[in-house]
């Protein structure tokens, strides 16, 4: 999984472009991988995870607050039930 955005994280603003680059760096090692036989790794894009509110899901625009924890979660067992 890739990192989840930051409250301050607008799609304007470098928190949020910075990142992009990593997570299409992350994107591409997973593929490549299970180009090359992996089969045995996945990818989920952090940055959407927490949701459309995801300013409300930190304890301090950076760190997953109950909220966020929760949606993490939820997001993980999506995926894992998808690989399941």
Not at 26 to 38: A, E, F, S, Y
Not at 62 to 78: F, Q, T, V
Request: proline share 2%; glycine share 8%.
């Amino acid at each position: 999984m890739s990192k989840t955005r930051y409250a301050s994280a607008t799609e304007w603003s470098k928190a949020y472009v910075l990142p992009i680059s990593n997570r299409n760096f992350q994107k591409n090692m997973v593929i490549n991988r299970r180009t090359n036989g992996d089969n045995n790794i996945y990818f989920l894009v952090g940055s959407i995870v927490l949701g459309d509110d995801y300013y409300e899901c930190t304890l301090d625009g950076s760190h997953p607050s109950d909220l966020g924890s929760y949606r993490i979660g939820e997001a993980l067992l999506i995926k894992i039930n998808e690989i399941l």
